[in-house]
């Protein structure tokens, strides 16, 4: 991804190309658009932060439905087979977008063939936790009693194909260990399981770990971005702790059905990344957990089709296989 110095330059032209469509009386929208969310949890509430301002905008409301089952799975197939007109759109993060045909079998959209993308929205700070009274206290620390335990730590997350599942399995190739993956409802269901000590090992994000983590109620022992969280800079990354390691992206972004109108996908371009970067919003998206990250069209294919790539080559390094 580029700066949002250069991010800015073609989101202004996108605008100033919205414009023109309306100015030519094709208005859009004249009716409320469907907002189809691959995620739940703290991406759920970012999104109708941002849904806010863009209904606002638009002059008319975007209509949030959370659908986090199957990892987002059914919302983005919901999505791929929609009339592409704009009434339809996909929030969607990397679980359902890039890791999901990988980790799952029988996918049943194209991830570039069946959507045009909009915008990339955010980046999410990830986590890794343990329970307040575990022995564990570093990234260190857990590889060691990973091989003490033989393959019989369980560690838990959000749900199979998500990217804390796949980081999980990255880690284990890295570090030369295997543990027993628990998969949960959601991310609040995790966070309970390690505080009663019920799994000795969670991946989350940091929106739903930090109030528990400075409460006393878990630890946050590393996080799994390539770098450190501004609100949380003590807390080192994975791959200070594990040489090798590498996390997989982590993005949050916007798309709508294959085939949508140029014209269509700069005016929610424009919106979106417009109310994403409004200074009233900026302290909630970062208690959240989240990093706004606007950005064109072309960077969000171009990050679609990198992420594929790059994760066909981690899957089949660390000999993942679709469950």
């Known amino acids: 991804m580029r700066s949002l110095i250069h991010r800015f330059i073609p989101v202004a032209c996108a605008f100033g190309a919205a414009v023109s469509f309306q100015a030519a009386g094709q208005a859009y929208p004249v009716k409320p658009i469907r907002a189809l969310l691959a995620l739940g949890g703290g991406g759920e509430t970012l999104a109708r932060l941002v849904g806010q301002k863009v209904s606002e905008s638009l002059g008319q409301p975007l209509l949030i439905e959370a659908q986090p089952a ?6 983005a197939n919901t999505v791929a087979r929609a009339a592409p007109d704009g009434y339809t759109i996909l929030y969607a993060a990397t679980n359902s977008q890039i890791y999901r045909p990988f980790l799952a079998k029988n996918v049943p959209y194209d991830p570039i063939k069946d959507f045009t993308p909009i915008t990339t929205l955010s980046e999410a700070v990830l986590v890794v936790v343990v ?4 022995p564990i206290r570093s990234m260190k620390d857990l590889v060691e009693q990973a091989r003490k335990d033989k393959g019989q730590m369980f560690y838990g997350t959000s749900g199979v194909g998500t990217t804390h599942h796949l980081s999980a399995e990255l880690l284990q190739g890295v ?3 295997k543990m ?7 991310a609040p269901q995790v966070a309970t399981e390690v505080m009663t000590g019920r799994v000795p090992v969670g991946w989350s994000i940091f929106g739903t770990m930090y109030q528990p983590h400075m409460a006393g109620k878990v630890r946050i022992i590393a996080i799994n ?7 949380a800079q003590d807390i080192p990354t994975i791959g200070e702790q594990v040489p090798g390691y590498e996390p997989p992206p982590g993005w949050n972004g916007w798309f709508g059905p294959a085939g949508l109108p140029r014209p269509i996908v700069l005016r929610l371009n424009a919106e979106i990344n417009k109310a994403v970067m409004a200074p009233d919003l900026q302290d909630k998206i970062n208690a959240l957990g989240f990093i706004p990250t606007p950005s064109t069209p072309e960077q ?4 679609v089709k990198l992420g594929l790539q790059r994760t066909a080559k981690l899957v089949k390094a660390a000999g993942i296989k679709p469950e």
Do not use: Q, W
């Open 300 to 303: 969000l294919a171009e990050a």
């Open 225 to 231: 971005n390539t770098k450190r969280f501004g609100r």
């Open 175 to 177: 570090a030369g260990i």
């Open 131 to 134: 329970g307040p009274s575990s």
């Open 70 to 75: 199957a990892t987002g799975s059914i919302a």
């Open 180 to 186: 027993v993956h628990v998969p949960y409802k959601d």
